[in-house]
Every structure is written in C-alpha cells, then in structure tokens.
Nanobody
C-alpha cells in the first residue's frame, strides 16, 4: 500500500493545520493507522493512532485535547486535525499503516508495516 501525506506547512503558534494521508489499494479499511513525528536530532515519536474499525483512538500526552484523528473509508484517507499548535511539535509528520487488525491502538512504530514519505510542519513562535 502507498501512503501520501499532505497538508503540512508553516504556521504561527496557536494556529491550526489539518494533515491528510491518502492510501492506495482496497484494504485501507482493514488497516490500523497512525501519525508519528520526527524532529531534528530526535527519534520518531508517536502522535496519534486509530484502529482499523475507527472505534478506538489514542494520542500522546503532549497533543491530547488539541489534536484529533479521523479516517474516511470512502476516501481511503486519514486525517489529523491539529489545533493550538506549539513550536515544540515542529517536525516531519509521517502516517503509517498497521495490517495486523489489532483491536487496540499501538503507539509503537515497529508495529506499523507501511510508511509515507512525510510532510513538514513548522510552528513559529
């Protein structure tokens, strides 16, 4: 499966962005999906994820209450709505797909099988 992220950009602190992740193929509805961020000099870290059914979501503590993850099966697309952006969330955002059909949300990047190329998000202070 191919994953293509879009929607990144430069925004001032306090602003909003919505990232999209478009997936190819007919099996999108069976994949758990996640967003991860990699900042300069840091390891890739979990941001948010949603189960294949869409019934469960989870967020990192740093974005909980400000970010929202959703998926649209008809469009084979996942979204990340980011509000109240802070400079510390600057980085490259990657979407990822997990084909295991696990019923819980995974924050472990090793559990994901497919990755997009990433989209840059820069939040200025």
């Amino acid at each position: 499966v191919q994953l293509i992220e879009s929607g990144g950009g430069l925004v001032q602190a306090g602003g909003s962005l919505r990232l999209s992740c478009a997936a190819s193929g007919r099996t999108f509805s069976t994949y758990g999906m996640g967003w991860f961020r990699q900042s300069p000099g840091k390891e890739r870290e979990f941001v948010a994820a949603i189960t294949w059914s869409g019934g469960r979501t989870d967020y990192s503590n740093s974005v909980k209450g400000r970010f929202g993850i959703a998926r649209d099966g008809a469009k084979n697309t996942m979204y990340l709505q980011m509000n109240g952006l802070k400079p510390e969330v600057t980085g490259v955002y990657y979407c990822a797909a997990d084909r295991s059909r696990r019923t819980y949300v995974s924050s472990n990047p090793d559990d994901y099988d497919y990755w997009g190329q990433g989209t840059q998000v820069t939040v200025s202070s």
